[in-house]
């Protein structure tokens, strides 16, 4: 049986790529992965993001403030978990 999630859910999780693959060109990501859901408590997407340690603390935050616009643009939860890295980029 093949999950069908909401459109919505899809654009989110296409958004929050975009934003991760941009951080990680950047050398501010290292790796992430990415997970979407369609059930309770609502539909979203969920992950985990390694960023660089010593990274600035604007630019994190700026990137926790993009994915709060995706969540209220669409709807849908944003739950990447950001976390400093073990190795350099």
């Known amino acids: 049986m093949t999950l069908t999630l909401p459109p919505q859910v899809e654009e989110a999780a296409r958004r929050v790529q975009a934003l991760l693959e941009e951080a990680k060109a950047r050398g501010l990501i290292l790796e992430y992965r990415l997970d ?5 408590p609502f539909p979203g997407v969920g992950g985990l993001a390694f960023y660089r340690k010593g990274a600035p603390e604007e630019a994190i935050d700026a990137l926790e403030e993009a994915f709060l616009d995706i969540e209220d ?3 849908v939860g944003v ?4 976390v400093p890295g073990e190795r350099e980029a």
């Not at 739950?79 to 950001?82: C, G, K, P, R, S």
Request: aromatic residues 8%; neutral net charge; glycine residues 16%.
């Open 36 to 40: 979407r859901f369609s059930g309770e």
């Open 73 to 75: 643009a669409l709807g």
């Open 79 to 82: 739950a990447v978990i950001l």
